[in-house]
Structure formats: C-alpha cells, structure tokens
T-cell receptor, first 116, second 112 residues
Framework: DTAVSQTPKYLVTQMGNDKSIKCEQNLGHDTMYWYKQDSKKFLKIMFSYNNKELIINETVPNRFSPKSPDKAHLNLHINSLELGDSAVYFC???????????????FGSGTRLTVV | QQQVKQSPQSLIVQKGGIPIINCAYENTAFDYFPWYQQFPGKGPALLIAIRPDVSEKKEGRFTISFNKSAKQFSLHIMDSQPGDSATYFCAASPTGGFKTIFGAGTRLFVKA
C-alpha cells in the first residue's frame, strides 16, 4: 500500500504542451510538497501546502501551478512546457511539525518528465 | 545560493569501510538536520536525523556527528555493504520544517 503515490511515472511530451502530475498520500499528513530534481540530482523545493493552503512558493515560473483539492492530494500543472523543465519531480508529505514535533518527509517515487 | 554544502560529490569504498559524508550550513535558523538515502528510480527516504542540542546520534550502522559551533554535521556508515550504494543527501530544516533545504548529494559506491 503505497504511502505517497505519483502518476504518471514517466511523461514524454513536446515543447509548448500542457501537462499535469498527480500526487496522493494516504498517511494522514498535513503538509505536501513538490520538489524538482535536476540531471545532477540536485533537489530543489518548489511548493509547499499545509492543510490545502499554499505556504511556500519558491521562485518557480508561473507556468507551474499547484492545486490541492484536499489534504491528501497535491497536483502540479505545467503550462507551455520548455526543454528546461525536463527533470524528475517528486511529491512528498510530512506531519504537522508544530503539532506533533515529528519532522521528516515521505517522498513518492517521482515523475520523470522529458520535454522534446 | 547553496545553503547546505555537501562533500564529497562521490565516494568509493571497499566493503567494510567507513564512508564519511560532510555537510555545512550557514543559517542558524535551521534546527533539524536529516539525512536521506536515494536508490536509482526511487524517491529519497529518511535515514536518520539529528537536532542541534545533540552532538551524536546512532541508528544501526549509521551515525550522525554534529558540531553546532562549526555549523557542520556528518554521516558515518559503519561496516559499509554493497547494498549501501546509493546517493545520500544531507538536509536542513528551519523551525516548523516547511522548507527543507537539501545538499547537492553524494554518490556512494561500496565495492564488494
């Protein structure tokens, strides 16, 4: 029973297209994240949602729009895809640190996006 | 800017050796320092973590050493095994933990 699941696992698309990546967690966590991992394995935070509220929005182009319909889901929509968007995108979740004192993220297996 | 600096970029050790990965940070607002392990095709998985009020933490073969005054911390893997071959990331979180910053990663290869 997967804790943080992302779909699709692979996504190959042409420049200029619009695509979405879906993420769901069944851990009952309050906070969800999107991270981008580039070809050099560097992990960079993009967005963070706590109880469906956007709390972190790093310097990400506004072609990227996250949406959290409920606490268990955080989707990422990307408009007008560019070659430089090619990367692995990871969804993650965590408990409410303030309430539980428990840190640590649980990551999904990633979505490898290739823009051609 | 790179808020958490990690070294080395890659590391090769013999089975049974003790690889050491080092990290340094600047922001004194960080108060939680986790290490993540990532295998190819998988997401990072939390391995071990430490708070700055502790100088060392052990979990199985993995040990974190923490030097608050130097703003440095390191991961030691005792009796390393080929199955430990993976990419290791150090990270740092400020209070609240909503924005964990990762180091650049260290690719470890343990020779059989």
């Amino acid at each position: 029973d997967t804790a943080v699941s992302q779909t699709p696992k692979y996504l190959v698309t042409q420049m200029g297209n619009d695509k979405s990546i879906k993420c769901e967690q069944n851990l009952g966590h309050d906070t969800m994240y999107w991270y981008k991992q580039d070809s050099k394995k560097f992990l960079k935070i993009m967005f963070s949602y706590n109880n469906k509220e956007l709390i972190i929005n790093e310097t990400v182009p506004n072609r990227f729009s996250p949406k959290s319909p409920d606490k268990a889901h955080l989707n990422l929509h990307i408009n007008s895809l560019e070659l430089g968007d090619s990367a692995v995108y990871f969804c993650a979740s965590s408990q409410d640190f303030v309430r539980t004192g428990v840190y640590g993220y649980t990551f999904g297996s990633g979505t490898r996006l290739t823009v051609v | 800017q790179q808020q958490v600096k990690q070294s080395p970029q890659s590391l090769i050790v013999q089975k049974g050796g003790i690889p050491i990965i080092n990290c340094a940070y600047e922001n004194t607002a960080f108060d939680y320092f986790p290490w993540y392990q990532q295998f190819p095709g998988k997401g990072p998985a939390l391995l071990i973590a430490i708070r700055p009020d502790v100088s060392e933490k052990k979990e199985g073969r993995f040990t974190i050493s923490f030097n608050k005054s130097a703003k440095q911390f390191s991961l030691h893997i005792m009796d390393s095994q080929p199955g430990d071959s993976a990419t290791y990331f150090c990270a740092a979180s400020p209070t609240g933990g909503f924005k964990t910053i990762f180091g650049a990663g260290t690719r470890l290869f343990v020779k059989a």
